[in-house]
């Protein structure tokens, strides 16, 4: 079997980052063989959330490869470029390109390196290989679309696999009932509930006010509930001063922090992140409910301050949400065709991938490159990409700091990798230790 130098688990923009960064650093002397393992069949960018009129929430010069090296071939302008769109897009004067765009930049970039990941395959676990006491190699197993095993070795590996969606605790037991699912899977889930005229959407961020919107506009006209906790739609903060937290010199202050500190700076910014729409959607969902004033059509409910406090299915009329009204202190029960929960992702998913490393791992803390601390006799370096916001910071679940990122992962993996250190020119080439 080929022994990988790197494997990467997902090639979503952040392993696309890094595998635009390996190959530059092919230019250096250095060649390392990685290859990447995707679960969708093909490249997608959050595919069941790509609605109509969405736009970037970052400017498109934080794309896959500007902030390390503005002459890549891989910049978002350069794609313009090949697609000889780029003066309409100057004409265009925007930051902040439709989504649509960006998943076909992304797409544009990963079609790169069709030959270096298999799609179509979802890595189950990863699995230490032993010589004598030591582990030197890793063991990883996928399962393809055909349900057949597959096993690839690799000496290093990195897991880059987003968000898993976060369900809050009184839906857990409806998990499997149709009528209630989570944003990542909503464009794919409302085709099913077509003719849905009772919908409820749970959350107060950027996704709960998008499906909104689109609910909305939908010709089938559904009654929709917005229920969230807060009082007030809050809009995100990206002043410029606030939006230097998204600098990537940043990671350097808040991982140099006591962990005390970084929690409170995760505090203090957590809404330029969370539950925190743009300020231009809070004004249409605002005149969305205002029009109803006007024409007293009270089509949909804005349920600020209303928590769920538990759920129940019924066979026929639907999913019956017990409610509780935080303002007054009563309940009440309201039933829905569709439940759509903007409930935000957890984080945590490389722990269970990696359970079988867990006697090596040092309860999964990274150090500033990204790389998990192991014991001694683990010598794969094993690194992590969107997982580290609390070490790391609030950006490291974005696309603010991939770029950079990738650079910073890219030379502590070239210390790892026993590379003919001479270019071919005869010029030494150093790899920086970045421990
Ligand atoms: C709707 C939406 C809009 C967003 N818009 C912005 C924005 O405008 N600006 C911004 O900065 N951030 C935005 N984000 C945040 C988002 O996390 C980043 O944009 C970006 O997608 C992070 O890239 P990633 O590669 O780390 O994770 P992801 O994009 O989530 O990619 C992870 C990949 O891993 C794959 N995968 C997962 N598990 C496995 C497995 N077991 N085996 C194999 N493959 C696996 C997935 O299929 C996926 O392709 C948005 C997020 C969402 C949900």
Redesign the pocket.
């Known amino acids: 079997m080929q022994i990988h130098d790197l494997i990467g688990?997902?090639?979503?923009?952040?392993?696309?980052?890094l595998a635009i960064t390996l190959e530059e650093k092919k230019q250096e002397g250095y060649d390392i063989n990685s290859f990447f393992?995707?679960?969708?069949p093909s490249?997608?960018?959050?595919a069941?959330?790509?609605l109509d009129n969405?736009?970037?929430?970052?400017s498109f010069l934080?794309d896959l490869a500007t902030m390390r090296n503005p002459s890549s071939h891989f910049t978002f302008i350069n794609y313009l470029h090949q697609k000889q769109r780029l003066q309409d897009f100057i004409n265009l004067k925007t930051f902040?390109p439709s989504?649509h765009e960006?998943n076909d930049y992304l797409a544009w970039a990963a079609s790169h390196f069709n030959d270096r990941c298999a799609y179509g395959?979802?890595?189950?676990e990863v699995l230490p290989e032993k010589r004598n006491d030591e582990v030197t190699l890793l063991r990883v197993r996928?399962r393809d679309a055909n349900g057949m095993i597959r096993e690839r070795l690799g000496r290093n590996l990195i897991v880059?696999?987003?968000?898993?969606p976060s369900i809050p605790e009184c839906f857990r037991p409806l998990k499997g009932d149709v009528r209630v699912f989570h944003?990542?899977s909503y464009l794919r889930e409302i085709e099913r509930h077509k003719d849905a005229k009772r919908i409820a959407v749970v959350g107060a961020g950027?996704?709960a006010a998008?499906i909104f919107m689109d609910l909305h506009n939908r010709p089938s006209a559904p009654h929709v509930d917005l229920i969230m906790r807060a009082r007030a739609i809050k809009p995100s903060d990206d002043s410029p001063f606030v939006n230097e937290i998204?600098n990537a010199d940043f990671t350097d202050f808040v991982f140099s922090r006591s962990e005390r500190d970084r929690a409170a700076l995760l505090e203090e910014f957590w809404h330029t992140n969370y539950a925190a729409p743009d300020l231009v959607l809070i004004e249409q969902i605002f005149n969305a409910f205002y029009q109803q004033k006007v024409t007293g059509d009270a089509r949909h409910r804005f349920l600020r301050r209303h928590e769920v406090v538990s759920v129940q299915a019924l066979p026929e009329e639907g999913i019956q949400l017990l409610l509780r009204d935080l303002n007054a202190g009563h309940e009440h029960c309201a039933t829905y065709d569709a439940i759509v929960l903007a409930t935000g992702?957890r984080r945590d998913?490389h722990k269970s991938?990696l359970n079988p490393l867990l006697p090596y791992m040092n309860n999964f803390s990274v150090d500033r490159n990204y790389r998990l601390k192991s014991t001694p006799n683990f010598r794969p370096a094993v690194f992590l990409?969107?997982a580290c916001e609390s070490s790391h910071g609030l950006?490291d679940?974005?696309?603010?700091v991939?770029a950079v990122r990738t650079n910073e992962i890219g030379h502590a993996l070239l210390s790892e990798v026993n590379q003919p250190e001479i270019k071919q020119t005869g010029t030494p080439i150093r790899a920086v230790a970045s421990r």
């Open positions: 688990i997902g090639f979503g923009p952040s392993n696309i980052s393992i995707e679960k969708q490249f997608a960018w959050h069941n959330m790509m969405t736009h970037m929430q970052i934080k902040f989504r960006f395959e979802e890595v189950l996928s880059s696999v987003g968000g898993v944003s990542n950027q996704s998008e998204f992702y998913y991938l990409q969107g950006s679940t974005l696309l603010s991939t």
